[in-house]
């Protein structure tokens, strides 16, 4: 599980860099998107996890609205750990943050840059996960959301060999395109579905990968023993 793919960040879910040539595009800007309780969170930190450990890279993780100690309850229950990971990977709950300054709403993701380049003023990070977008651009209150992500995403590109996870809040059943889906480098959309009366089943798909042939098809997700897997679906 050691050799990485030059150029490429791997995800560590079971079965699922050898459909995208190896992993994601170093310094890709790509969603996770999903409906509540898809796992969006718990994948993003995954990928930190298991960077971290086989590969010693550092990671950053932004988070919104849940907090830390939420989060990190979480990542136990799924035994990933931050405790094994905590030399590397910097979990910032910038909820606090929310509370205790008020700064005009359009500049929220000034405050969300400003703190990147701190936090990168001391330390290198090789992945970032903000969780998630979708929030930031709510409490932001963005007027123009195109040019406003545009020129956020291309900020993102300009760090050299930064990688960005952006989580992407979706509601259920609606099938329009978001602005950033046009904009970002790649997108992984997570679902769940109702199979039969009684179950649902997880879903993946990768949307979009730029620079990389990749499997369009859909793969249920599983956790399973500390493991993420996606598996072909098999229908008809
Ligand atoms: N120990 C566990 N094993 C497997 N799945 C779990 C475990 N604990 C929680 N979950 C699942 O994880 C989901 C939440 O994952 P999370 O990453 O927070 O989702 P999202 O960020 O998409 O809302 C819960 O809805 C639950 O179904
Ligand atoms: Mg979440």
Redesign the pocket.
């Known amino acids: 599980m050691n050799e990485s793919i030059k150029g490429r960040v791997r995800t560590y879910v079971v079965r699922l860099d050898e459909q995208m040539n190896g992993g994601i595009p170093h310094g890709h800007v790509v969603l996770i998107s999903?409906?509540?309780?898809?796992?969006?969170?718990?994948?993003?930190?995954n990928v930190l996890y298991h960077n971290a450990k086989e590969q010693n890279k550092r990671g950053l993780y932004i988070s919104f609205q849940?907090s830390r100690e939420s989060?990190e309850d979480?990542f136990t229950?799924?035994?990933i750990p931050y405790e094994d990971v905590e030399e590397r990977i910097t979990i910032v709950d910038v909820g606090y943050l929310r509370q205790t300054t008020k700064p005009h709403p359009e500049d929220w993701i000034d405050v969300f840059k400003r703190y990147v380049d701190n936090i990168r003023a001391t330390s290198h990070y090789d992945l970032l996960v903000v969780?998630?977008l979708t929030t930031l651009e709510i409490i932001s209150q963005v007027d123009d959301k195109r040019e406003t992500l545009f020129h956020l995403f291309e900020w993102l590109r300009g760090f050299k060999n930064l990688t960005s996870l952006l989580?992407v809040?979706r509601p259920f059943k609606e099938e329009i395109m978001y602005e950033e889906e046009f904009l970002a480098d790649g997108i992984i959309y997570?679902s769940k579905e109702r199979v039969g009366r009684m179950d649902t089943q997880r879903f993946l798909s990768i949307d979009k990968m730029r620079a990389t042939k990749h499997n369009t098809s859909y793969f249920t997700l599983i956790?399973n023993e500390g493991r993420f897997q996606v598996t072909r679906v098999l229908r008809e």
């Open positions: 999903g409906n509540p309780g898809t796992y969006k969170s718990s994948f993003a930190y849940q989060l979480q229950s799924l035994n969780d998630s989580i809040e997570l956790f």
